[in-house]
């Protein structure tokens, strides 16, 4: 097994687990494992739009960290990403213009925009102050994979900024 390598997560949408992972995807060790997840009220899909609801497949990285969230504590993902783009783009979801934007940013190392057709703030976060009975009962986010507080909470000593997010 790798051990010492950075930890990584896998979202197993099948199942609504997150993993903690050390290793690669085809040797690797568990270090955590969170049950009964909530995804996005839209389900899962390759492609996420704005306001479909959907949790976007694909590997992802942690870009921000917001500890002051309504949802506790989010780790945003560096959604759209480049295979997200270019699926996009080659379906003419968006223009080149938006394309363009978001690779860039990709490139410099940032953020990227938020605000496309592909929409944006997707990540992993806590429940804040809503509702522990509607989160063992529904998948109600907007995209995001959200865990309880206490879940999130345990998640955080584990990950960062360039932390590595498998949604499958």
Same mark, same amino acid.
Request: charged share 20%; with cysteine.
């Given at each position: ?26 040797? !690797? ?11 996005? @009220? ?27 969230? @309504? ?11 480049? %295979?997200? %783009?270019? @699926?996009?783009?080659?379906? !003419? ?18 953020? #990227?925009?938020?605000?496309? #057709? ?49 949604? @499958?």
């Amino acid at each position: 097994m790798a051990r010492g390598r950075a930890p990584w997560v896998l979202v197993d949408t099948r199942t609504e687990t997150v993993y903690v992972m050390e290793g690669t995807a085809q040797d !690797h060790h568990v270090l955590a494992r969170y049950d009964d997840v909530s995804l996005g @009220r839209g389900g899962v899909g390759k492609t996420h739009l704005r306001g479909d609801g959907k949790t976007p497949l694909g590997t992802f990285h942690i870009a921000w960290i917001d500890r002051d969230s @309504r949802f506790r504590i989010f780790y945003g993902l560096d959604f759209p990403n480049m %295979a997200e %783009a270019d @699926r996009a783009y080659g379906a !003419h979801l968006i223009d080149k213009q938006v394309y363009d934007e978001i690779i860039a940013s990709l490139a410099a190392h940032r953020i #990227p925009p938020q605000d496309t #057709p592909l929409g944006g703030q997707i990540g992993i976060h806590g429940l804040g102050g809503g509702s522990l009975l509607i989160h063992e009962a529904y998948n109600w986010t907007e995209g995001c994979v959200a865990l309880t507080n206490r879940q999130i909470a345990s998640l955080s000593k584990w990950i960062g900024v360039g932390t590595k997010v498998v949604i @499958r």
